[in-house]
């Protein structure tokens, strides 16, 4: 329809300039506002930001707005966020801000921010946090991780880390290089520590693992410094519930001391920091080799009595032998004796009775004599082989049974320890097994299977669990 001439036509400027001082007018006073970040639009260059905000509900977008944030007001509301939240202000989060209406006929309807509570955005995440912990014990899955069985040696280990990070490096010259000797496979699976796109590098990094765990005994998140601050992707539901059904043992160390995380809770075990952890794998070991040494030692032990036990029933069946043989001799000179003095007893009477029977007794009585003296003679010589025979079964079943126990000692002797890939450490030809026995400038001799090296002990490092 055609306007008249009597109808009043404004202009586009009219209508903006009406609308910028109804605006003015109404909404003259900053207010205090509920919103989610969809998009920061942060300016590096200028330092300006120029947030989208919106109101969700069900995943559906009930009201969106253009905001501003100056440059110097960014940067100082930034820097209270990040020290009240340890969390730097991103999309996605729910804050509240202070920020004044604004309209312009050019650049159309705006939020000036002036002023974000940190604390609001704080208990928001505390919020969330509980929650996700209560959703994890609700599901089942919040003790899964600690209740995997720990090797005995984890000698093989995965570690999620940056490979530049301080803490990387500091796990690594601990246990590759102080303590080389453990012979630890390392493999590095690099992921992002901190920051929003944290927990999806985390997450993949686990994958590639879980794709070949048979190769690995454990898996270490660590993070050196930085403290309490980008660590709230430790407390992400999806990333915590990841590592509890992990099928191995997972232990965390990500460079901090309070406010444990999610991640942290449903670890195996959390430590505080990288050095924390390579001592955790080196006290695991060093426990092992302490054990062994106590197995070795006992052994030795039990082998030195049981050849003492053996030499002492040894020479027990010697003597009992000798003494029986003895015995033996005197009984039968004893029944020789006898013999003689029946025949010197019965020599008158056989006299009286006639000369005729005396060629005859005296041939018959010598004849008894020989055959009596040669069946004890042959029951001594048969008795004496039955002794041999048994003596010499019995020191075959003792030499077989030193050889098995020589046998035995052998394989757990230095020298194979040595060539299984141990080493000895001495000074002054005297075994070390503890740091307490060394002191800086000792010369260190390290005995190897195909020879030794010598060095100079610089620092001496105890366990701090000690």
């Not at 009240?84 to 996605?92: A, F, N, R, V, Y």
């Not at 686990?206 to 930085?226: N, P």
Request: positive net charge; contains cysteine; glycine residues 4%.
């Amino acid at each position: 329809m055609a306007a008249s001439s009597q109808t009043s036509v404004f202009t586009l400027l009219d209508i903006g300039r009406s609308l910028q001082r109804m605006i003015t007018a109404h909404y003259n006073k900053p207010y205090w506002i509920k919103t989610e970040i969809a998009k920061l639009n942060a300016y590096t260059k200028s330092g300006h930001c120029y947030p989208d905000l919106v109101e969700k509900q069900n995943g559906r977008i009930l009201a969106q707005m253009r905001a501003t944030i100056w440059s110097d007001t960014f940067q100082s509301i930034s820097r209270q966020f990040e020290d009240i939240t340890k969390k730097p202000i991103s999309e996605g989060m729910t804050v509240l801000v202070l920020a004044k209406v604004n309209y312009h006929p050019n650049y159309g309807f705006s939020l000036n921010i002036i002023d974000i509570d940190a604390s609001f955005t704080l208990g928001e995440m505390a919020k969330e946090k509980i929650e996700s912990l209560k959703r994890l014990k609700a599901e089942g899955i919040f003790n899964l991780n600690r209740s995997l069985d720990f090797p005995k040696v984890p000698q093989r280990i995965a570690v999620i880390s940056v490979q530049t990070s301080k803490g990387y490096q500091d796990f690594i010259n601990i246990i590759s290089k102080t303590y080389s000797h453990f012979n630890f496979k390392i493999e590095l699976f690099p992921a992002l520590l901190q920051g929003d796109n944290a927990i999806t590098s985390i997450a993949e990094a686990l994958e590639s693992i879980e794709s070949k765990t048979q190769e690995f005994d454990v898996v270490t998140i660590i993070r050196g410094g930085g403290g309490d601050v980008g660590l709230s992707c430790y407390d992400s539901f999806l990333l915590a519930s990841k590592v509890a059904r992990f099928p191995l043992p997972v232990i965390s160390g990500i460079g901090h001391s309070t406010n444990e995380t999610l991640v942290e809770m449903v670890t195996y075990t959390n430590k505080i920091t990288p050095t924390d952890v390579a001592y955790f794998f080196i006290k695991a070991f060093q426990n092992c080799l302490d054990e062994l040494q106590d197995l070795n030692d006992d052994f030795k032990s039990l082998v030195k009595l049981k050849l003492k036990d053996e030499q002492q029933e040894l020479k027990q069946l010697h003597y009992n032998f000798k003494n029986e043989v003895n015995a033996l001799l005197q009984n039968h000179n004893f029944h020789l004796k006898e013999q003689r003095q029946r025949i010197k007893s019965t020599l008158p009477s056989l006299f009286r009775k006639g000369f005729d029977n005396l060629d005859n007794s005296s041939y018959r009585l010598s004849w008894l004599t020989t055959q009596k003296f040669q069946k004890q003679q042959q029951e001594l010589v048969q008795l004496s082989k039955s002794l041999k025979k048994e003596s010499k079964n019995q020191l075959e079943h003792q030499r077989q049974q030193f050889h098995y126990l020589s046998t035995t000692l052998n394989l757990l002797s230095p020298d194979r320890l040595l060539q299984r890939g141990y080493t000895l450490n001495l000074v002054n030809d005297k075994i070390i097994t503890s740091t307490t026995e060394l002191k800086p400038g000792d010369r260190l001799k390290t005995m190897f299977a195909d020879g030794y090296a010598e060095s100079d002990v610089i620092k001496i490092k105890p366990n701090e669990n000690n």
